[in-house]
Structure formats: structure tokens, C-alpha cells
């Protein structure tokens, strides 16, 4: 064979190895582009949890009896929510604890939190800056991981007419300025505004800043224990007013949700339209209007919360694990069960 021909030759050899290494590449480049290589490059210990996994799929959840606590609000998916885990994952065993004294809430989780009672909390508010500077103290690090949307939603008496409320009248009711419905287009009769008190939940602690803008609850306003009790109020009191979480609301039998907007010709339901009248209640009940949640048109959202102490130790792997649980798509699916809007 000539020299010139053993040339040639080579030159095709290098050329079309070099198409190959160039298209290997390229499948790789598209691979990584779209988060397909993980099960290729990565050890599987170490992956990141995919959105598509189940609870049963999740890795790194750890075993162990594990105290939680915090909202109220969070009931509803704590209900849908754990007997699933504790099926999908038995060795993560969830116990909700009560705090010995005072009512359950965002803050007393943060505070039961602080004091080793708990492994992670529940919170439906962010973490106040004293919280922080009192775990800063005690050389904890707390971390607060967005889970879920919920709305705030007003109650009302079934047979009080009135098309809804402004934040503002719905401050001024609270705040004393606003003390009959005639004022907001609604009948001649007293209000009677019913609130749980200001140091027994995150969701009261939101409304008394965001609604009330800090000011300081009227004279009228009755505290109620519970929710519970105060939907009954609610019930038979035909001037009643009560504010809370909206799958605690919305779906009633015995009251009727209110719309809210921020000005009077901006008036947005809590509800998925068209409202399914209370008399056809259990057999249909009204649901979370989720797009309002999620786009911002409805005028009072916030975001849930998981509170993890950041310590390196097994309380910060279980609060991180059941992050991890409810971000899956079978956490998310239970959640918007639950009648909250998904984060993602």
C-alpha cells in the first residue's frame, strides 16, 4: 500500500472518530440541558428528589419517632397527608404534639421548637424577627421551606345579604370604625365580629398585620376559642363575622363565604364560581378558587411553612425529609385535597 493511501486512509479514521466523540458530546449536552444525566453520572444515594416521585420514592428519610407541631391552619393536611407517609415510609414515625400550656399555633410551635420539644414545626406566617434573635440566642439557626398557598376567607351568616367587602371595611369592622351592616350595603343590624385572640395563631398574627395594619382590635370583637365554635356563632347569629383559613371556611354547610376585593368593583370570591347554594350541602360542597389563590387576584394569600432547625442533627434530616415528602407530586396532589393551592 502506497504512503499516500495509508494517509488518506488515516485522515478518514480521525475524521470519522471524530464525527462520533462529537455527537457522543452532543447527546450528552442535551442530556444534562434537560436533567436526564443523574442517573448516569450520579450515585444514586446522592440524587436530588424529582418532582415526579412518590412518597415511597423518596430517599434520605429517616428513622425514628418524630415530634411536630405548630398551625392549626395545617390540620386539614396533616389529615390527607400522614397516614400515607406512615405507610409509604413506616420508619418515619410522625407524632403531633400539643404544647402543655396555651393554645396551639405558629408560635407556640416556634417556641416549642426552641425549647427541643420538636423536631420541626408547622408555621402559616413567616418567622418573626424576635423569634430569629431568640434562636439566635440559644445558637439555633431556624429555616422556614414554602410548601402550600392558603387565602384568608370570611365567614358570614347565610341569610345576611350583602355582596362583599373591601380590606378596608373589613379593617374598619374590626378595627370599631364599621359596627352595622348598613354602612356596607347590607342590612340594618349591629355586627358582631368574632376573632380567636391575637397569641393563639399564626393565622390571627397575619390578619391583625396585614389586614389591621397593626392596629388594635375593637372593643366589639368576641374571642372565640376555636374555629369551630366560632362558625357556630357565625351560624346563629345573623350579624356575625369570623376570618380564617379558606378550607376552613369554603366549604361549609352552615355559613357563607364572603367575597373580597381590594376596591368595592374588584370583589373576588374565596370560592370556584358559580357558588353552590348551602342547602345542597354535604352532597356538594363549594371549592377553594385556586386560580385566584395562585394568580394574586384574590386580596389575602400567604404562604405556608415547614420550620426546620438547621443543626446538622436528626431534627433538621426529618424537617428537610418531610419538605421533600410534600414537594413530590403525591405531597402536592394531597395538598390541593386538603383545599390549599400548590407552590409549583
Given amino acids: 500500500m502506497s504512503q499516500k493511501h495509508q494517509a488518506n486512509e488515516t485522515t478518514v479514521l480521525v475524521l470519522a472518530l471524530t464525527i462520533t466523540l462529537g455527537l457522543v458530546g452532543c447527546v450528552f449536552w442535551w442530556l444534562a440541558k434537560n436533567g436526564l444525566t443523574?442517573?448516569?453520572?450520579?450515585?444514586?444515594?446522592?440524587?436530588?428528589?424529582?418532582?415526579?416521585?412518590?412518597?415511597?420514592?423518596?430517599?434520605?428519610?429517616?428513622?425514628?419517632?418524630?415530634?411536630?407541631?405548630?398551625?392549626?391552619?395545617?390540620?386539614?393536611i396533616r389529615r390527607?397527608?400522614?397516614?400515607l407517609i406512615q405507610t409509604a415510609q413506616p420508619q418515619f414515625r410522625l407524632r403531633y404534639t400539643d404544647p402543655i400550656t396555651g393554645a396551639p399555633g405558629t408560635a407556640s410551635g416556634i417556641k416549642m421548637l426552641l425549647n427541643n420539644q420538636l423536631a420541626f414545626s408547622h408555621g402559616s406566617r413567616s418567622i418573626k424577627q424576635e423569634e430569629y434573635q431568640q434562636a439566635q440566642q440559644l445558637n439555633i439557626t431556624l429555616?422556614?421551606?414554602?410548601?402550600?398557598?392558603?387565602?384568608?376567607?370570611?365567614?358570614?351568616?347565610?341569610?345576611?345579604?350583602i355582596p362583599g367587602l373591601t380590606l378596608a371595611q373589613l379593617k374598619d369592622i374590626y378595627t370599631g370604625k364599621i359596627t352595622n351592616w348598613k354602612q356596607v350595603k347590607g342590612p340594618e343590624l349591629a355586627i358582631i365580629p368574632y376573632s380567636r385572640r391575637l397569641e393563639e395563631g399564626g393565622t390571627i398574627q397575619f390578619f391583625e398585620e396585614n389586614v389591621l395594619d397593626k392596629e388594635k382590635f375593637a372593643a366589639n370583637v368576641q374571642?372565640?376559642?376555636?374555629?369551630?365554635?366560632?362558625?357556630?356563632?357565625?351560624?346563629?347569629?345573623?350579624?356575625?363575622?369570623?376570618?380564617?383559613?379558606?378550607?376552613?371556611?369554603?366549604?361549609?354547610?352552615?355559613?357563607?363565604?364572603?367575597?373580597?376585593?381590594?376596591?368595592?368593583?374588584?370583589l373576588v370570591p374565596p370560592y370556584k364560581e358559580p357558588f353552590i347554594p348551602l342547602e345542597q350541602c354535604p352532597q356538594q360542597r363549594n371549592q377553594i378558587n385556586a386560580a385566584a389563590f395562585q394568580g394574586g387576584e384574590y386580596p389575602i394569600t400567604r404562604r405556608l411553612f415547614v420550620i426546620v432547625k438547621q443543626n446538622g442533627q436528626s431534627d433538621q434530616q426529618a424537617g428537610e425529609a418531610y419538605v421533600n415528602l410534600l414537594q413530590t407530586d403525591q405531597g402536592q396532589e394531597l395538598i390541593t385535597k386538603a383545599g390549599f393551592v400548590t407552590i409549583r
Avoid at 442517573?39 to 425514628?64: C, E, R
Avoid at 390527607?80 to 397516614?83: K, Y
Fill in 38 to 76: 443523574s442517573n448516569i453520572t450520579n450515585n444514586p444515594s446522592s440524587q436530588v428528589v424529582s418532582k415526579g416521585d412518590t412518597f415511597a420514592q423518596v430517599p434520605k428519610v429517616p428513622p425514628g419517632l418524630f415530634s411536630y407541631g405548630g398551625s392549626t391552619t395545617w390540620a386539614p
Fill in 223 to 266: 374571642f372565640i376559642p376555636t374555629t369551630t365554635q366560632a362558625l357556630q356563632e357565625v351560624a346563629s347569629n345573623r350579624g356575625g363575622i369570623y376570618y380564617a383559613s379558606a378550607p376552613e371556611i369554603v366549604g361549609q354547610c352552615t355559613v357563607k363565604p364572603l367575597p373580597l376585593g381590594r376596591k368595592s368593583d374588584q
Fill in 143 to 161: 429555616k422556614e421551606i414554602p410548601v402550600a398557598i392558603d387565602g384568608i376567607a370570611i365567614a358570614v351568616n347565610p341569610n345576611l345579604n
Fill in 80 to 83: 390527607e397527608v400522614d397516614p
